[in-house]
């Protein structure tokens, strides 16, 4: 099925274990994006990428390390989780940044808890 | 600098009645506007956008914004809402090739 597909959808971890979430996208989209939501926060931006090998730190980086070999996957890893890092983690693509064109198709969330 | 600000956090409304979901955003350039709803345990779906056309904008579902630079708002409205608009609303501003601001969020809820 064409579209943004994330992987888990829940997960369930204890502090200090590695965790990786993982994002595939159909579309060949250039942009890939990870947010966060939380209560009160609305989506706040942790990395981003522009295209495969180019990745840029977002709002809230720290505690998380994401890769993007293939243009299609953007996978996103807390090397050492923690209770703070309880939350709903959003992939998300975009074919262009550009006023026009631009606007984010989004996956159905991993919702993440740390114990 | 930009930000978007929505400035009710909840909205309450009747099944049949008009809905209005307030944004004012901040920017030193020219903005593109969205307006983004996430129903329960869902991604976010985008109901319409802005790119400096027409400031009357239409989106899905019987929803539109008007962009008025002025007031720099951004609001949703609905001319009746429908039970299955239940749901969390986001507006989202984005200059020319930088990144897109999200603003908190309005929780709608439709009372029958």
């Known amino acids: 099925d064409a579209g943004i597909t994330q992987s888990p959808r829940y997960k369930i971890t204890e502090t200090g274990r590695q965790v990786t979430l993982m994002c595939h996208q159909t579309?060949?989209?250039?942009?890939m994006f990870w947010y966060r939501q939380d209560l009160g926060h609305g989506l706040r931006l942790i990395y981003y990428?522009?295209?495969?090998?180019?990745?840029d730190k977002g709002e809230v980086p720290d505690g998380y390390v994401v890769s993007r070999s293939k243009t299609e996957n953007f996978p996103l890893t807390l090397e050492s989780a923690t209770r703070s890092q309880t939350s709903v983690y959003f992939c998300?693509?975009?074919?262009?940044?550009?006023?026009?064109?631009?606007?984010?198709?989004f996956g159905e969330g991993s919702r993440l808890t740390v114990l | 600098a930009q930000s978007v600000t929505q400035l009710d956090s909840h909205v309450s409304v009747s099944e049949g009645t008009p809905v209005l979901l307030r944004c004012n955003y901040s920017?030193?350039?020219?903005?593109?506007l969205f307006w983004y709803v996430q129903h329960p345990n869902k991604g976010l779906q985008l109901l319409l956008k802005y790119t400096s056309a027409a400031t009357l904008v239409k989106g899905i579902n019987g929803f539109e914004a008007e962009f008025k630079k002025s007031e720099t708002s951004f609001h949703l409205t609905k001319p009746s809402a429908h039970m299955s608009d239940a749901a969390e609303y986001f507006c989202v501003v984005t200059l020319t090739g930088n990144q897109f601001y999200f603003g908190t969020g309005t929780s709608l809820t439709v009372i029958p």
């Open positions: 998300a693509s975009s074919e262009s940044l550009f006023s026009n064109t631009g606007e984010l198709f």
């Open positions: 990428s522009a295209a495969a090998d180019i990745t």
């Open positions: 920017s030193s350039y020219s903005p593109s």
């Open positions: 579309w060949s989209h250039s942009y």
